[in-house]
């Protein structure tokens, strides 16, 4: 800095550059401030050369202390498998109904029961357990195949109607649009709506009765309450997986829907199918 | 000169007044205080004792809560969120509490500024503390101010390496202390401890006690004032909070000045001379560097060790007290009135003076009267109905708490006999150290209504006898049913209500039961 520039009332020399008449003062910056300066700037190389920093041609310097966020994710995952570790161990070593009552593994279960059921069942079940048309809702406590914490699992293990699997639970109701004429079919829906509601038609229930007992009765039972060794729906309670109503009862007479559910005990494996089990088991609706 | 003669003059230069210090960019210039003794120092002994005694003593405090909560007076869990203070328990939630004080720890900051001005800085802070503790060990191996000065200006030689490597090493230790019993109040301290040394704690405490060892080190050892100066935002804040009715350290130049170091002579020449010898002992004890008689300045943090300086000399001379006192600001302009005639003369001591040489009555003293003030009344307000309330709330909170979280998806449920059945997960706050058994009941229930809950058996009378653990939280699901086409209304609103078995409390929750459009 040359000496000409010297600020009159500070005393301090400028760095000669000058803005409408006003000069900039050339202080050194506040001891503080440098040493701060250089401890970043120590800090900064430091940093760069104990982790991974600079680039190379295809990678990067790897750090000297070895850093690795991948590593470090690896770790966390195996210390939360250790965690969970004890849990899944005594879960697979139990059966489900002893799960059932030890309220610990019990909620543990629900948990990963949960988490599994978000991955694997919530595109037909719904997010809820809430089902939709031709698709069970699980928080009820109508079951078609039982709702026992064993009958559930077996129901998940193996499926239903899925045909990979040798121990599926299966059964077919027969289409009985080439059994029944328009009138017949007519006659057993409003039978059937009548042992749950009201039916519009008084007339057809008698006849309905007569259809019904000789078509329907041998899987739905005499008193229409169902039977579960065929997944036979009880049709005198006020759920329906097809639709509730004459018009929607006619159409499943007529042609059947009947739902597919894959086998899940491969899949998934046991662990897991005994935890979805139980957090279905324990969605309320259970026996 | 003779009456005098006890006095010593000290060669103290005030490195921080705005007269002599350094441009930011120099060194530093060291400050070397000189030990004060009076009454001002005799009351900080006192403070740093009580204040430095809380801090390290209390994690060692214990009290008893039973066999289900930890036995330390003051804890703060974190790892189970709890925050324990004797017979205080606080859970997360009541946070708010926490959030009083702190507002009351600021308020009563105000306060306290508005009417005794920096005395938060001069006699409790950390800061001040660690320095005056440091510095007794300073002064306790190196000397007083000229050994100090001198060791410091040396050459170095066995001693001084000796000296100064016994120094620091106490200084080590006594943050190491600091940063250690820091940890004491985040676990049981007596466990940790063991703990520590074994090398078994885990790394945040290392770590914790690391930091707080550098930076008590490097604050209280060799930052020392600048701290106070250059980095705490206190003293900028604090200058905003003063007013002519704050009392602060003064240096009464309406009966100093004129200075002289030859009073005698001068007066004797029949020339006027205030009280002021310019002994420079006010300058020599401050720990700030800077001289209390250029008046008011920011680095001053109110120690009050130069008062104590100062009443000395003016015991020795046999003058009255209080050269340098508290004093408000109102006071002194009335006295600088007194003593400059209105401004419209130099100060003239005399003026101040009875004849006889007492101080006139005419003279403003402080008075407790002054400090009632409707701003200090004002913080004082708002500071005890803080503190009221927040008494009122701690003697009257609820240590068992619901809460409940309605399922939404789905809303409700249809069964098979046509019933709706609505899902909740309850939350159950046993917030005492004892199992306690509570009673589940809804109150207030739509028709036919009645509840079941997971993993229970059948309820008694329509309510479920509960088991809540030692200060835990105990989730439930419970679901109600109500019989098919009774549901009123689509919303209908109920309450879960648990009570104490064994008597006492209780508490409810407003929940509401959905069903279908259709179902009414
Ligand atoms: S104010 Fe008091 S201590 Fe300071 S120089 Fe004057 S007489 Fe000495
Ligand atoms: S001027 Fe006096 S009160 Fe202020 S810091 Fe110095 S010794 Fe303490």
């Known amino acids: 800095m040359s000496d ?44 760069t050369i104990a982790y991974p920093a600079w680039p190379l041609l295809t990678s990067s310097t790897k750090g000297l202390f070895g850093y690795s966020s ?52 919530v595109q037909c079940h719904g997010s809820g357990a809430q089902g939709s048309s031709g698709y069970p809702n699980l928080n ?36 009985f649009a080439d059994v029944l004429d328009r009138k017949q079919i007519q006659q057993v829906s409003t039978y059937v709506a009548s042992l749950s509601g009201p039916a519009a038609e008084q007339s057809n229930i008698e006849p309905g009765a007569v259809i019904f007992a000789e078509n329907c009765a041998a899987c739905h039972g005499a008193n229409a309450k169902g039977n579960r060794e065929l997944g036979a729906p009880d049709l005198t309670d006020a759920i329906w997986l097809n639709g509730s109503g004459e018009a929607a009862i006619a159409a499943q007479v007529k042609s059947p829907k009947m739902g597919v559910m894959p086998a899940w005990g491969d899949r998934l494996g046991e662990t897991s199918v005994k935890e979805l089990a139980v957090f279905v088991h324990s969605l309320g609706g259970s026996e | 000169m003779q009456d005098q003669s006890e006095i010593i003059r000290l060669e103290a230069d005030a490195v921080n007044s705005a007269r002599t210090r350094q441009p930011l960019y120099a060194p530093r210039r060291k400050i070397f205080p000189k030990r004060a003794s009076g009454d001002f120092r005799r009351f900080k002994w006192i403070v740093m ?11 060692w405090l214990r009290w008893d809560r039973g066999p289900f909560a930890p036995d330390q007076a003051v804890l703060i869990d974190l790892v189970n969120r709890r925050f324990y203070f004797f017979f205080i328990e606080i859970w997360p939630q009541e946070f708010f509490f926490v959030a009083g004080l702190l507002v009351m720890a600021g308020i009563g900051l105000f306060l306290v500024t508005s009417t005794v001005g ?108 600048q701290v106070c100066t250059y980095m705490c935002p206190w003293p900028r804040i604090q200058a905003a909070m003063l007013d002519e009715t704050s009392l602060t350290v003064t240096y009464n130049d309406w009966r100093g000045e004129p200075r002289s170091r030859h009073a005698k002579r001068m007066a004797l020449a029949g020339e006027s001379v205030g009280d002021c010898v310019d002994c420079n002992a006010c300058v020599a004890v401050c720990p700030m560097g800077i001289d209390i008689r250029d008046g008011q300045q920011l680095e001053c943090i109110t120690c009050a060790l130069c008062i104590d300086a100062c009443d000395g000399v003016m015991d020795k001379l046999g003058k009255e007290r209080g050269l340098i006192s508290y004093t408000t ?52 307000g708002v500071w005890s109905a803080i503190g009221l309330f927040m008494v009122y709330a701690l003697l009257t909170r609820n240590r068992l708490e619901l809460n409940v979280l309605h399922d939404r998806n789905p809303q409700f449920v249809v069964l098979s006999d046509g019933s709706i059945r609505n899902g909740y997960t309850l939350k159950l706050l046993n917030m005492v150290p004892r199992q306690r058994s509570v009673r589940l009941s809804l109150k207030g229930a739509f028709p036919a209504a009645s509840m079941s809950v997971l993993g229970s058996g059948k309820p008694e009378g329509g309510a479920f006898d509960i088991e809540l653990e030692p200060d835990r939280l105990k989730t439930i699901k419970v679901f109600v049913r109500q019989a098919a086409g009774q549901a009123a209304a689509p919303f209908q609103e109920f309450k879960f209500v648990i009570e104490d078995n064994a008597g006492g409390e209780r508490a409810d929750y407003t929940a509401t039961f959905n069903a279908p459009e259709t179902a009414q």
């Not at chain 2, 419209?344 to 009875?354: C, E, Q």
């Open chain 2, 49 to 59: 004792a009580i204040t430095l005694g809380i801090y390290y003593l209390t994690p």
């Open chain 1, 70 to 121: 991948r590593a470090e994710v690896v770790q966390d995952i195996a210390a939360a498998d250790a965690v969970k570790g004890s849990y899944v161990e005594m879960i697979k070593g139990k059966t489900i109904n002893d799960i059932l009552a030890d309220e610990t593994l019990r909620a543990i279960a629900v948990s990963a029961g949960g988490a599994a059921f978000k991955v694997n069942c």
């Open chain 2, 329 to 380: 600001l109102n006071d002194y302009n009335a006295n600088m009135a007194l003593a400059t005639a209105g401004s419209t003369h130099p100060v003239n001591p005399a003026l101040v003076r009875n004849p006889d040489g007492r101080l006139s009555n005419k003279v403003a003293n402080i008075s407790l009267r002054k400090l009632f003030r409707p701003r200090t009344l004002i913080y004082l």
């Open chain 2, 118 to 225: 920096r005395a938060w800085c001069g006699y409790t802070c950390p800061q001040t503390v660690w320095v005056d503790l440091f510095l007794v060990v300073e002064r306790a191996i190196e000397g007083d101010r000229n050994a100090r000065i001198k060791l410091d200006a040396a050459p170095w030689s066995f001693r001084k390496i000796a000296t100064r490597v016994i120094k620091h090493t106490i200084w080590l230790c006594i943050a190491v202390a600091t940063g250690g019993a820091w940890i004491f109040y985040f676990a049981d301290a007596p466990k940790l401890v063991a703990d520590f040394v074994a090398g078994a704690a885990v790394a945040s405490a290392y770590v914790t006690v690391a930091i707080l060892t550098a930076t008590t080190y490097t604050f209280g050892g060799l930052m020392r004032e």
């Open chain 1, 4 to 47: 000409k520039h010297i600020d009159k009332i500070s005393g301090v020399s400028t760095t000669g550059h000058e803005w409408d008449g006003i000069r900039e003062l050339n202080n050194p910056m506040p001891r503080w401030w440098v040493w701060t300066f250089y401890a970043t700037i120590f800090w900064g190389l430091a940093y």
């Open chain 1, 140 to 175: 009820d406590d109508d079951w078609l195949w039982g709702g026992k914490a064993d009958t559930i699992q077996q129901t998940i293990n193996h499926g239903i109607r899925f045909a990979g699997d040798g121990q599926t639970r299966e059964s077919v109701m027969p289409a």
